[in-house]
T-cell receptor
Framework: GAGVSQSPSNKVTEKGKDVELRCDPISGHTALYWYRQRLGQGLEFLIYFQGNSAPDKSGLPSDRFSAERTGESVSTLTIQRTQQEDSAVYLC?????????????FGDGTRLSIL | LAKTTQPISMDSYEGQEVNITCSHNNIATNDYITWYQQFPSQGPRFIIQGYKTKVTNEVASLFIPADRKSSTLSLPRVSLSDTAVYYCLVDVSGAGSYQLTFGKGTKLSVIP
């Protein structure tokens, strides 16, 4: 079946612009996660959704970052007034539930470059 | 928050067994340990998961000691295509918080 899909795969934008990244999870997966991965670095957890709710937003790097999920399906990560340090690959994953024994299925990410 | 610690890199020759250990001293009672593999320009891919003792599937084995403060991913007879970054993941749940802690990953290089 279809895996996790992220769009766009690449995004280049100027500093100060807003960007919106999209994630389409696997159908039926109630949990959805966003991560950031800087070049050559590990995965930095940003936020997760259980259904359409994000119980803990403390992982978001600043108030310029926001995320939402609708219909227990698609999610968007929005970065306002982008800065050069926002350049990274943004990865989305989904799982059947947030239980520890439910593996995450990842998309291939959106590579964001801020000029 | 609990953190995981892994070696930054490892080298191995083709055909050898590779063992990568992850430390997770503050693992909670209900947490599972999950390992992922990541190739360049791709998202991580699930390899194996376990709670205690030993788990084996078609690609790897996972060894977890009784205290569960560490885990070892074992890749039998590696090939060049196993060159990748390997991450261990332990769920970290605190009061009012839920954060997923990936280790920094171990870059495995398989040498012909």
């Amino acid at each position: 079946g279809a895996g996790v899909s992220q769009s766009p795969s690449n995004k280049v934008t100027e500093k100060g612009k807003d960007v919106e990244l999209r994630c389409d999870p696997i159908s039926g997966h109630t949990a959805l996660y966003w991560y950031r991965q800087r070049l050559g670095q590990g995965l930095e957890f940003l936020i997760y959704f259980q259904g359409n709710s994000a119980p803990d937003k403390s992982g978001l790097p600043s108030d310029r970052f926001s995320a939402e999920r609708t219909g227990e399906s698609v999610s968007t990560l929005t970065i306002q007034r982008t800065q050069q340090e926002d350049s990274a690959v943004y990865l989305c994953a989904s799982s059947l539930a947030t239980a520890s024994n439910q593996p995450q299925h990842f998309g291939d990410g959106t590579r964001l470059s801020i000029l | 928050l609990a953190k995981t610690t892994q070696p930054i890199s490892m080298d191995s020759y083709e055909g050898q067994e590779v063992n990568i250990t992850c430390s997770h001293n503050n693992i909670a009672t209900n947490d599972y340990i999950t390992w992922y593999q990541q190739f360049p320009s791709q998202g991580p891919r699930f390899i194996i998961q376990g709670y205690k003792t030993k788990v084996t599937n078609e690609v790897a084995s996972l060894f977890i000691p009784a205290d569960r403060k560490s885990s070892t991913l074992s890749l039998p007879r590696v090939s060049l295509s196993d060159t990748a970054v390997y991450y261990c993941l332990v769920d970290v749940s605190g009061a009012g918080s839920y954060q997923l802690t990936f280790g920094k990953g171990t870059k495995l290089s398989v040498i012909p």
